[in-house]
């Protein structure tokens, strides 16, 4: 062989032989080299940052405590199953003082979120907090439940009409559809149905006129709002007499008793907080000013206004969360939700709060269920069963929740009174006397109003006793 053809032949050989090395090699990485398993959580990690001391600690003490319930409820039973474990997990949960205040609560949860890797948030009480951290949690992908918040978010209620009978997805300024510009959303129904469901109870038993006294925060703001909306479209002649803004934190209510007095008002209409609501029943009664329908939002449901004014909350109509605790629909996996009063009497030994506590509860069962049918601890996975929630509603001691045409669930408003005070257990004087789903505006909802009211409404309210 020429010399030169021998060195073509070796070129060739190694060559040949270096690439077939080189394919060995890579197929050997690709195909050979075993794939390191994925690391299994050992615990499903629930973010929550709130006011644990401040000016929100009452409420926070209280949704903490319902936490507790469900958390020990689910973990008694092994935790929840993850399919892609193919085991449950335990439920543990990642806790921060935000002590109410905005800034503070989005630096916590951008810790729970980047440091912490907890796998969905439980969101600060407040309606503020929430809104507060709406534009910021677009950012990550995880899924934010807000807890003790509302959701009204149209200034106007003729547009969250128009959305509901035009079936049209709530929108950001960009034309985007809820569930693509965030990954905040809301337990309670939007504050149309509230309204809705208090306007339908005041018509149910003939008042003809209201005094309303409003707190100076979003939550008086939007309800006032919403309420006076839907008076002027289908109250039917209600008048308002007087329309009171106060400060949050007033604890004296005399003036505005007074001028009520003056006024004779068939209901007074307080869209306040528990200790303005408390406050405000104190003067009521130093002042014997007795109208026929009180409804007081949040100040009558806390046990410390149990022990403060005993049969005196018989009557005294409030802010009801869905259906909780008597109707058919209010259940959980471990019964009824007069089950789940009667476990949190006993474990404390008070009265449940029958309207922000059985929420927080509900909160618990949304973000449980949402992990359980994911069956991953995948943060987007978790959030995108979501969006499958309307043909398979999760249901909680405030009925079954979907959400479908905004971040808000299409859930019926409803509105509680306290009745039979002292003739039976703990909490069992909760009855849930109006429910409102769009009716007055014809939205074409789809539900049984007989599952949702467990008592006719108590008109009028006894007299104080003195």
Known sequence: MAQSSRRKYLKYVLGGAAAVAAGAAIGHYLWFRPTPPKE?????KIGYSSGLTGFMASFVDMERRMQELWTELVNADGGIYIKEYGRKLPVTWVLYNDMGDP?????????MVEV??????????????????DPVIKGWDILLCAGGAGAALIENPAEFERIYLQKDPYRDKE??????KGRQIWQEPHRYFHMEALLKVLKQVGVSDVVIWEVGTLYGIESRRNFL??????????KVLSRREYPLGTMDFTSLVLEAEKLKPDAVLQFGYADDGMAAIKDMIEKDFNPKLYYQAFGCTWDAALKRFGENLE?????????FPKPA??????????????????RWNERMESAN??????????????????????????FKEVLKTKDNPIQTVCGPMYWDLGVWPTTPGSVGQIQGVGKGPLGHDSEIVSAAFGDHAKFGLKWNESEWVSAKPLYPKPKWKR
């Open 357 to 382: 506590g059985c929420l927080t509860f509900a909160v618990c069962q949304v973000i449980g269920e949402l992990i359980r049918r994911a069956g991953s601890l995948d943060r987007m996975a978790i």
């Open 40 to 44: 299994e959580e050992k615990v499903i």
């Open 229 to 238: 909306y839907l008076l002027e479209k289908y109250g039917e002649g209600i």
């Open 315 to 323: 009557g005294i109509m409030y802010h009801a969360c869905g259906s």
């Open 116 to 133: 912490d890797k907890v796998h969905v948030i439980f969101g600060s009480c407040g309606t503020f907090q929430s809104f507060a951290i």
């Open 329 to 346: 629909v209010s259940r959980s996996d471990w019964g009824p939700g007069l089950r789940i009063n009667d476990l949190y009497t006993e």
């Open 103 to 111: 800034e503070r609560y989005i630096r916590n949860v951008k810790r």
């Open 175 to 180: 034309g985007r559809p809820w569930y693509e």
